[in-house]
Each structure stands twice: as C-alpha cells, then as structure tokens.
Nanobody, 118 residues
Framework: QVQLVESGGGLVQPGRSLSLSCAAS????????MSWYRQAPGKKRELVAA????????NYADSVKGRFTISRDNAKNTVYLQMNSLKPEDTAVYYC???????????WGQGTQVTVSS
C-alpha cells in the first residue's frame, strides 16, 4: 500500500524559512521522479518543484525559483523541500507525489499546511 506522508509545515513570518519532508512507502522510491505540489484556498493544485529519480535537473515553478530547493534521500525514501524567503502567496497545503512525466501516480496524502503571515 502506497503512503505519502508530508510534514514540516507551520505558521511563519514573511522572509523566514521552512523545510518540508515527504516520507514515501509502498513503492520503489528510487525508481521514480518526485514532485512537490501546493494548493491554495480556491485555487487549483499546482506543481512547485520536481526532482528526477537519479541524475538530472530539478525543475521549479517560476514563482519559487531561487527560493525553494527540492532534494531527495533514496536511502530514506524521503523527498524534501527547503523553502526560503517565504512570501504570503506561498500559503497553501503542500503535497508530494511520484511522477512519470507530468502524470502523478498515487493518491494524494494529507498534505502539510504552510501559512506565511505576519
């Protein structure tokens, strides 16, 4: 049974940082590209960052380039999202998923709420 468990969210002031984690189980984590998505209230879920299964380039939404960094630890079956210089518009529920191209493979986890507010 596939599980994706996101954690690390919280309430932070603008300009501060947060680090998110996604612990994956039930599939061969190292074989799949992984991505972070977010969904703000009243908006569609959007892709934030993606990382390939092995060697390759990471990709970021224009809105987070230079501020967010995606990484993975295949030994721990975990993907991370380091978020720096947070802005109020980064407020959303953040999710991870495995990918083949633009297609997500598994049911969404519960996500982790990130709120950026002074």
């Amino acid at each position: 049974q596939v599980q994706l468990v996101e954690s690390g969210g919280g309430l932070v002031q603008p300009g501060r940082s947060l680090s998110l984690s996604c612990a994956a189980s039930g599939f061969t984590f190292s074989s799949y590209a992984m991505s972070w998505y977010r969904q703000a209230p009243g908006k569609k879920r959007e892709l934030v960052a993606a990382i390939p299964s092995a060697i390759g380039s990471t990709n970021y939404a224009d809105s987070v380039k230079g501020r967010f960094t995606i990484s993975r630890d295949n030994a721990k079956n975990t993907v991370y999202l380091q978020m720096n210089s947070l802005k109020p518009e980064d407020t959303a529920v953040y999710y991870c998923n495995a990918n083949i191209g633009p297609m997500t493979l598994f049911s969404w986890g519960q996500g982790t709420q990130v709120t950026v507010s002074s």
